[in-house]
């Protein structure tokens, strides 16, 4: 959920586009498998406790991922989710779609305004959703529609997590490539005065020929020194993607014209853009001990009863991967 200084809802059409790419999971899916590790296995143990035919939702699913582990722990629950994006994991997740076929999903939900009625559910859940929207609202709502006894449960990202550790990191990688290198003007000075000289033929001039051969080295020099970057970092993914996509796009003048070309590029320059406004959005969101403290809080106030705070860790995913906060709604 993205909200304006008027706290009104904005489109977020960077976690859209990220849904629309097939992944499963918003975090630790480079595999595009889904949740795995610790994280599955809290979902697994806390959708076992269900009960066939038990109302359970997801708050912020995007793709399902939860879904898919309630339904492989409890496979008669009945399985709904939200998200604020405009959501379609049938067709955009086909990886578990037989699963994912038996989940009510609903896209363009405001979280603070669930479209269900009171005692709805007897579970609730959400993995690093509800800390991007203001936590007030949304456990108010949520303790709304969580029936007496019901069970509500969050995954939420961490300050000084591996998640938030690696967005930072990832947050300066984007301003070495618009700041430093410029990697995508770059990239579109090489495609228009290379392919330009390519197709001159005998009617190539000297000015024509310097400029090409001037922005091929300029791009040349910046995919080195990107690539070099890449070669001591902790997180280099999406540096990698960026530079293998640019490569093979101007490598591809063989058998495309530039304009094509150009659109590819103006496709990654938006896809940074997209990693830019997630990547903030979670270093933004994360909760310290405070913050955690102040949710727990929040819950009683709203007639749920918390359990302590757990640190979910998982040396295969990076160490720290987020708190987990569970509660029980009063009879």
């Known amino acids: ?9 904005t489109t977020p059409w960077e976690w859209e586009k990220y849904w629309k790419s097939g992944r499963i999971a918003s975090c630790f899916d480079d595999n595009q498998e889904g949740y795995l590790g610790a994280i599955a296995r809290h979902w697994t143990d806390f959708f076992s406790a269900s009960t066939a035919g038990d109302n359970v939702l997801d ?15 409890q496979p008669d629950l009945n399985a709904y989710g939200v998200d604020m994006a405009a959501i379609d994991p049938a067709k955009t997740a086909p990886g578990a779609n037989d699963i994912l076929a038996k989940v009510h999903f609903s896209g363009a939900v405001d979280m603070r305004a669930l479209p269900f009625d009171d005692g709805y559910f007897q579970a609730i859940s959400s993995q690093f959703a509800i800390e991007y929207a203001p936590l007030d609202a949304v456990i108010t709502e949520a303790a709304r529609v969580l029936a007496p006894k019901g069970r509500f449960c969050a995954v939420l990202h961490a300050k000084n997590g591996y998640a938030w550790t690696a967005q930072q990191d990832e947050l300066a990688d984007i301003a070495f490539l618009e700041n430093t290198v410029r990697l995508i003007p770059i990239t579109r ?7 330009k000289a390519e197709r001159a033929g005998a009617a190539l001039d000297a000015q024509t020929d ?7 080295k300029a791009l040349n020099e910046a995919l080195m020194e990107t ?33 094509p070309l150009l659109a590819k590029i103006d496709e990654v320059e938006d896809e940074i853009r997209a990693h830019k406004l997630r990547s903030a959005a979670l270093v933004d969101a994360a909760l310290d ?26 040396d295969s995913l990076g160490g720290f991967l987020g708190w ?8």
């Open 324 to 331: 987990a906060v569970q509660a029980t709604k009063g009879a």
């Open 210 to 216: 310097a400029n090409a051969r001037a922005a091929a």
């Open 59 to 73: 708050l912020g699913c995007g793709n399902g991922a939860i879904s898919v582990l309630a339904l492989k722990a």
């Open 227 to 259: 690539t070099r970057r890449t070669l001591s970092h902790t997180h280099p993914f999406m540096l990698k993607s960026v530079v293998d996509t640019i490569a093979k796009t101007y490598h591809a003048r063989s058998h495309y014209d530039a304009p």
């Open 189 to 195: 000075s090489a495609i228009t005065h290379v392919c």
């Open 289 to 314: 001990e405070d913050g955690i403290a102040a949710l727990c809080k929040e819950m009683q106030q709203n007639g749920l009863e918390p359990q302590q705070p757990k640190r979910l860790n998982d």
């Open 1 to 9: 959920m993205t909200l304006d200084k008027n706290d009104n809802i």
